[in-house]
């Protein structure tokens, strides 16, 4: 097949893919051929996500804690440049489970991984 008629994966930027809905959304994103973009705090503890991207050449791991700028702002630019046509912004937490109750939601972290989300990946582009 000439090059000219290979098909071209999109890419996908999942935040908090070291466990939880994220990594799974990365395993079925690259069990597509997509190339998948992950990213977590520490991708050096991220085990599970490491063994993934061994299985999985076109995923790539990075740094990313989405609560702080400088953090979001040197992703921006290692990725500088670079295509993608879905951002999946899950990193976050959910709370125990046990405390979901409602009207007393125990959430208190919700705000400060959830709340300025979406304002710092549209500042960083
Ligand atoms: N599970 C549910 O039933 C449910 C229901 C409704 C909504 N949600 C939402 O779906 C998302 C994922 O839920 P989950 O159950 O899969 O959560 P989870 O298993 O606790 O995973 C959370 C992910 O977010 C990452 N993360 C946490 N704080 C972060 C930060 N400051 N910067 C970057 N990454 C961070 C964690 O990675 P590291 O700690 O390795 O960095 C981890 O990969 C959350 O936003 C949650 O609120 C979940």
Not at 54 to 68: G, I, K, Y
Not at 72 to 91: F, K, Q
Request: charged share 25%; with cysteine.
């Amino acid at each position: 097949m000439p090059d000219c008629a290979r098909e071209v994966m999109p890419t996908v930027l999942i935040t908090g893919a070291s466990r939880g809905l994220g990594l799974e959304f990365a395993r079925q994103y690259a069990e597509l051929g997509w190339h998948v973009l992950s990213t977590c705090r520490e991708p050096d503890r991220a085990s599970a996500l490491r063994e993934l991207s061994e299985r999985h050449p076109s995923m790539c791991l990075h740094a990313l804690d989405v609560t702080q700028d400088k953090s979001v702002r040197s992703l921006a630019e290692v990725l500088d440049g670079t295509t993608i046509d879905v951002l999946l912004n899950n990193a976050g937490i959910a709370g125990r489970i046990d405390r979901q109750v409602t009207g007393r939601s125990g959430l208190s972290g919700w705000p400060r991984n959830h709340g300025d989300q979406p304002v710092r990946s549209a500042t960083h582009g």
